[in-house]
């Protein structure tokens, strides 16, 4: 089955500098790439997704890249400020089958203002 | 649409006793799951199910029972509840047609067994 890798576990940064969060997948027929924000105490909520088919997203301070070759995905969030703080999970996905999808342990983000 | 509900918000139990946590979407999505969510350890996937009357186990499925009589509902059993139950369980829901369809989750359930 697919194996999700996701790193760092925990990453610390200053208001304002750029957080880049790592996850790699086993299964090269995973072609749907999600990433969920959860703040404390919250529930998970979809943030970005990218489609196999597509190398790079953006929206607005976040985006997500795609690597098929190395079977990697990446999340960039620019200009980070506080309420960014949550941990955020990476998640990876295949069309048909059970459509289950496997989630990384997802990273502790903390934005110090 | 209220999206996925699950109830009750919290819940402390007594080793032994059993409980069944609800969960009900309103989407017409086909796939639902439970997962429950333990400090370092992520989301890791009780049971799910495709569609009303198919279920199968996830990652971690002892201890715990599920039906799914119809395509709204999915509640999840405790049979006999133990400390390691210990956790806050998700319910999530999606359509399964298509490869971009994402996890709608619940608020969760957090659930104390002494």
């Known amino acids: 089955g697919e194996n999700v890798e996701q790193h760092p576990s925990t990453l610390s940064v200053q208001e304002g500098d750029s957080a880049v969060i790592k996850c790699t997948y086993s299964?090269?027929?995973?072609?749907?790439f999600p990433w969920y924000k959860q703040e404390l105490g919250k529930r998970p909520q979809l943030i970005i997704d990218i489609r196999s088919n597509v190398g790079e997203k953006k929206d607005q301070r976040i985006a997500v890249t795609l690597n098929k070759t190395a079977k990697h995905f990446s999340l960039h969030i620019t200009e980070t400020q506080p309420e960014d703080s949550a941990v955020y999970f990476c998640a990876a996905r295949r069309s048909g089958g059970s459509y289950i999808p496997t989630f990384g342990r997802g990273t502790s983000l903390i934005v110090h203002p | 649409n209220a999206g996925v509900t699950q109830t009750p918000k919290f819940q402390v139990l007594k080793t032994g006793q059993s409980m069944t946590l609800q969960c009900a979407q309103d989407?017409?999505?086909?796939?639902m799951s439970w997962y429950r969510q333990d400090p370092g350890m992520g989301l890791r996937l009780i049971h799910y199910s495709v569609g009303a009357g198919i279920t199968d186990q996830g990652e971690v499925p002892n201890g715990y029972n599920v039906s799914r009589s119809t395509t709204e509902d999915f509640p999840l059993r405790l049979l006999s509840a133990a400390p390691s139950q210990t956790s806050v369980y998700f319910c999530?829901?999606?359509?399964?047609?298509?490869?971009?369809?994402?996890?709608?989750f619940g608020d969760g359930t957090r659930l104390s067994i002494l």
């Open positions: 999530a829901s999606s359509r399964t047609s298509g490869p971009d369809q994402p996890q709608h």
């Open positions: 989407m017409n999505h086909e796939y």
């Open positions: 299964d090269s027929a995973s072609n749907y």
